[in-house]
């Protein structure tokens, strides 16, 4: 399903992100995967974000964050695999997206991060969820930690708006799981990706 190019979370992305979700659970489609191939998938198009928020425009911003809130969730429970291939600036919704996908081929050079606040708004596509289950996911069973420390450390990396300079280091941030695979380069990263689909 292509797409313009755009924020990767405006009000038209949200929409297809969510239909995209609700077309993979109503058809019940088995063996497909839903690959999203963006340069660039970079934040909720924070500049319509501030100027909605300027000028008291709530419930639209409500429906937004609604709708990418429910399409990342409607991936993360589809019932086919959804694979999600990020390169370049990977930041804000773009990682949102990413966080409800079973998993990622990243390439190499992705750059991705939570900078939502560094511009006076949090995450809100679920992106604080989506990092507190995977800091969970990632514990070995039976390990004995103390839980303050990982939430603590998840908040610091959403609060600190961490970007990463490589899809490896994403993986150390937990923006990515550690079974996500890293592509060196874009044909690989396709070839990887067909694999999912065959």
């Not at 909605?52 to 399409?71: D, I, P, S, T």
């Not at 999600?84 to 079973?102: Q, S, Y």
């Not at 990243?106 to 708004?121: D, K, R």
Request: proline share 4%.
């Amino acid at each position: 399903m292509g797409m313009p190019p755009q924020p990767a979370v405006s009000g038209r992305r949200t929409f297809w992100v969510q239909l995209a979700a609700t077309l993979l659970l109503g058809f019940g489609t088995s063996g497909a995967v839903w690959g999203l191939l963006a340069a660039n998938m970079r934040y909720v198009g924070l500049f319509a974000v501030v100027m909605a928020a300027q000028q008291g425009q709530w419930a639209e911003l409500r429906a937004m964050v609604k709708r990418l809130q429910a399409g990342a969730l409607r991936m993360r429970y589809a019932s086919v695999p959804v694979v999600a291939a990020p390169f370049g600036m990977t930041l804000g919704g773009g990682l949102e997206v990413c966080f409800g996908a079973n998993h990622v081929q990243a390439a190499a050079e992705t750059y991705a991060g939570l900078v939502e606040v560094g511009v006076g708004i949090i995450p809100g596509g679920a992106g604080n969820l989506h990092m507190l289950w995977r800091a969970f996911e990632a514990l070995p069973e039976g390990a004995k930690v103390d839980p303050s420390t990982i939430v603590t450390q998840v908040f610091m990396n959403i609060a600190l708006a961490k970007v990463t300079t490589s899809a490896d280091e994403a993986k150390a941030f937990g923006y990515f799981r550690s079974t996500d695979g890293v592509s060196f380069d874009r044909a690989r990263q396709k070839l990887v990706l067909r694999q999912f689909h065959a």
